[in-house]
């Protein structure tokens, strides 16, 4: 897997959707105390296809969390 989140990851979910492949996946939700939803992702090593899409689509990630590994 040629791809990873970085700690910048702002937790915000806009990514799990927009992955392809439904490479990138929630390890934890919790909503905070404003009652917004804030979601740990990772990229799941069994389902990335390393297609680099989510690199070379910077709007997905607001944060540009995403990068290559
Ligand atoms: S490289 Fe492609 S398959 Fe892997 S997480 Fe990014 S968009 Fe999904
Ligand atoms: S789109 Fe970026 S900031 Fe939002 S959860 Fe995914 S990696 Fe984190």
Not at 4 to 23: F, H, N, R, Y
Not at 28 to 45: A, C, H, K, M, S
Request: with cysteine; hydrophobic share 35%; charged share 25%.
């Amino acid at each position: 897997m040629a791809y990873k989140i970085t700690d910048s990851c702002l937790k915000c979910g806009i990514c799990i959707d927009e992955c392809p492949e439904g490479a990138i996946v929630v390890d934890e939700q919790v909503t905070d105390f404003d009652g917004l939803n804030l979601y740990t992702t990772r990229i799941d090593p069994d389902k990335c296809t390393d297609c680099g899409v989510c690199v070379s689509h910077e709007w997905w990630c607001p944060a540009k969390a995403i990068v290559k590994a």
